[in-house]
């Protein structure tokens, strides 16, 4: 094997920012263009995968891709507002131009995932980076048996891509999805209620040959897991995408280091993806 | 490995010609109390007989600060400041800061490279130098007291001179280009180094191997000496911004003052900051002194594959340079519990 170029450890590409549509009151979802047309035709990436979105002049953040895999030369970035660069980038207009590095981290096996049922269980921002595994999921169609996502927040108004997945209610009846929206804590919202464990008897998947992913907090994790083995769940096939200060990307700086003496790990390199037994023998992952 | 003498004599002649070869860094008493890797003017200013120096050698691979890339903000565009190849030779390494060194290569010179490091990294010429411990030293029980890779040329004492033993290509060619500065070794050069390294290896005040250290310490997450201690640290950061093989970096923008362009610079970060584990939005994935406290204890303790020794390589120096006095090796040794080699 050739050695690795370390000038393309922190390689940034120039991308343009094609459009903006705003989701809720804080997160934005952002529409990517590479400007070299030879990084948009090379450029792939693993759902699960995320980049360092660089400002110039104000820095950097890790973000989640949370498009199609297959769409080749564009990507898509939700972006909540919650930080000085954050809310830099929210700034932005069409047009504008920013700087790219990645993809990084391990992303979702997406091999171990084929000819199996799939469910995907996000919670407030986690369904950015899930949103990318169930596009991979309709855009690779015959390769997963029945689908179901889950989509919770706090608020009705807060569930990311909410009006997407509603969208796509006919299609998915004809695709064997099942798409299931729920507001936890929402007197106000007319449909679902409930945090997500409690909708594990609403699913068109079977549990026994099912692969799941979930994105959220860590509380969320416990619940699901615990429920989730209860009704049968093989634990080898439940993946978590987990969140931490992700500054270089590439297992160097150390601020989304994880764990303890025997199992030390950086987030950005060895995960943001873990399975069941990765989160039950490292304390401290969730 | 090919072993050759040094003799007294020659040492300061030896030095000169290394000083010729690029910019030489060796040990310097900088005042009463401490020693540090500064350049070379005077030979004769190197300190052979220190105990440790206050910046590790990591310092010349992965500077404290320093300029990843300029920017245009206006045309988004970047001009990478890569470190410009200079030969560097730093002598009188310890085996300790040695394993450091290799340490920072697993995570520097991995599948990701950093180039910044590896540029520096590839010119530079590693002399080691053997030593005897004091009371913080605990290489021993790292299993990083004597290496077999990692540098040069490594010089032995002797009590006239020093037998040197050759690492690599390039510590071939130092020994090839100055004939006249080297001799065979003898029968009693060999019986010397022995001597010295059976009196060394007597010296330490614990013995032994800690490689279920890491076991030891997960075991007792909850032990109350995380508590105990932390309470007494200040957070300050010395203990990783000393240590040998802390490597975590922080990155930040410095704009113009008209805001057309800028520099990214990185600078060494501390993991005992509390900016450290900080997310926007004010989450901290590590918010009490205590979490922090017990999150460079795990990291310290963790398993280099490369050296197949722990993360920390028993140089002392966070207990040295510790202006709260907080053990780092009897904290460990009241976790472990009997048996411990102390």
């Not at chain 2, 590790?56 to 404290?64: G, L, S, T, V």
């Not at chain 2, 922090?292 to 002392?316: D, H, I, M, S, W």
């Not at chain 2, 780092?328 to 080699?341: A, I, Q, R, S």
Request: include cysteine.
């Amino acid at each position: 094997m050739s050695k690795p170029d370390p000038m393309k450890t922190y390689e940034t590409h120039k991308c343009r920012l094609l459009r903006v549509y705003g989701l809720t009151e804080y997160e934005k979802l952002f529409l990517f263009r590479f400007d070299d047309p030879e990084i948009a035709q090379s450029w792939r990436f693993m759902p699960g995968q995320f980049v360092e979105l660089s400002l110039l002049g104000h820095g950097e953040v890790p973000i989640s891709i949370c498009s199609s895999a297959r769409r080749m030369g564009f990507f898509e970035l939700c972006i909540r507002k919650a930080g000085r660069v954050t809310s830099e980038i929210h700034k932005l207009k069409p047009g504008d131009m920013v700087r790219i590095r990645g993809p990084y981290g391990n992303g979702f096996p997406m091999d171990r995932f084929y000819d199996r049922d799939l469910l995907l269980v996000a919670a407030g921002l986690g369904m950015a980076p899930l949103r990318s595994v169930f596009l991979y999921a309709l855009d690779n169609r015959w390769l997963f048996g029945n689908i179901t996502i889950i989509n919770s927040s706090k608020l009705g108004k807060e569930l990311l891509f909410a009006k997407e997945l509603k969208a796509m209610k006919d299609i998915a009846t004809a695709e064997n999805i099942e798409i299931i929206q729920t507001a936890t804590r929402d007197p106000d919202w007319g449909g679902l209620t409930g945090r997500a464990p409690t909708h594990l008897d609403k699913v068109n998947v079977d549990p026994k040959k099912c692969t799941a992913a979930l994105c959220g907090p860590p509380r969320m994790y416990k619940s699901m897991f615990e429920q989730m083995i209860a009704l049968g769940y093989d634990p080898r096939y439940i993946f978590v995408n987990l969140e931490r200060r992700m500054k270089c990307g590439v297992g160097k700086c150390g601020h989304c280091n994880i764990g303890t003496a025997t199992s030390w790990k950086y987030t950005c390199k060895d995960g943001p993806v873990f399975d069941y037994y990765d989160i039950i023998s490292i304390p401290g992952l969730i | 490995m090919r072993y050759v003498k040094l003799p007294k004599e020659k040492v300061c002649e030896f030095l000169e010609r290394l000083k010729s070869m690029g910019t030489l860094y060796g040990p310097k008493k900088i005042s009463e109390k401490f020693y540090d890797f500064r350049e070379i003017g005077d030979v004769k200013e190197v300190e052979f007989e220190y105990n440790r120096t206050i910046t590790p050698p990591r310092k010349f691979f992965f500077p404290e600060r320093e300029t990843v890339f300029t920017f245009d903000t206006a045309n988004v565009e970047i001009h990478e400041t890569l470190p410009t190849g200079n030969r560097i030779i730093i002598f009188g390494v310890h085996a300790c800061d040695i394993v450091g060194l290799r340490i920072m290569d697993s995570r520097f010179i991995d599948d990701l490279p950093d180039p910044y490091y590896q540029i520096r990294r590839e010119n530079g010429i590693i002399i080691g130098l053997s030593c005897l411990p004091d009371e913080y030293c605990f290489c021993s029980v790292r299993r990083t007291d004597f290496v077999d890779a990692g540098f040069d040329l490594f010089l032995h004492l002797l009590p006239d001179g020093y037998l040197v033993r050759v690492g690599t290509v390039t510590g071939h060619k130092l020994i090839e280009n100055s004939p006249e500065y080297f001799e065979e070794i003898s029968s009693e050069d060999k019986d010397n180094f022995a001597k010295f390294e059976t009196k060394r290896r007597s010296m330490f005040t614990v013995q032994g191997n800690w490689d279920d250290m890491r076991y030891r310490l997960e075991l007792h997450l909850d032990h109350p000496m995380y508590m105990r201690e932390s309470d007494k640290c200040l957070g300050c950061g010395n203990c990783t911004l000393t240590c040998p093989t802390c490597r975590c970096y922080e990155v930040k923008d410095l704009p113009t003052l008209d805001g057309a362009g800028g520099e990214r610079v990185r600078f060494w970060d501390s993991c005992q900051f509390r900016s450290h584990g900080l997310v926007a939005g004010g989450h901290n994935f590590r918010p009490t002194k205590k979490d922090r406290f017990l999150n460079r204890y795990q990291c310290k303790n963790a398993y280099c594959e490369t050296t197949t020794t722990a993360y920390c390589v028993g140089c002392g120096r966070c207990t040295y340079f510790c202006p709260a006095d907080i053990q780092f090796k009897e904290n460990l040794l009241e976790v472990y519990g009997p048996g411990g080699g102390a």
